[in-house]
């Protein structure tokens, strides 16, 4: 089993940065492929980005691509989602997901462990 934990979120005005930690614990992630998802209110979970196991590839939701930036450090087994230009409709709870050879980074079905969330608000 291994434990997620995200911090970093906050209170921000459009344009500002953020950058989101997702600290692991109980095992190492060194292996996983994690994945950031977003939940508006009244709005379905989504996507906003992935990395695979060994940082070799990201991926991004179209809405954050150029803005958001996905790293990982697997000796410190954590993984971070740097957030520049805020924008309003970036409000959300983020959560960071951890699964083994996920084939599609994108689909929230395939990870099989998921952090409680850290709230970001961008005020306008």
């Known amino acids: 089993q291994v434990q997620l934990v995200e911090s970093g979120g906050g209170l921000v005005q459009a344009g500002d940065s953020l950058r989101l930690s997702c600290a692991a614990s109980?095992?190492?992630?060194?292996?996983?492929?994690m994945g950031w998802f977003r939940q508006a209110p009244g709005k379905e979970r989504e996507f906003v980005g992935g990395?695979?196991?060994?940082?070799?590839?990201?991926y991004y939701a179209g809405s954050v691509k150029g803005r958001f930036t996905i790293s990982r450090d697997n000796a410190k087994n954590t993984v971070y989602l740097q957030m520049n230009s805020l924008k309003p409709e970036d409000t959300a709870v983020y959560y960071c997901?951890?699964?083994?050879?996920?084939?599609?980074?994108?689909?929230?079905?395939?990870?099989?462990?998921w952090g409680q969330g850290t709230q970001v608000t961008v005020s306008s």
């Open positions: 997901a951890a699964g083994s050879l996920i084939v599609d980074q994108s689909k929230a079905e395939l990870y099989n462990f």
């Open positions: 109980g095992r190492t992630i060194s292996r996983d492929d």
């Open positions: 990395i695979s196991w060994n940082g070799n590839r990201t």
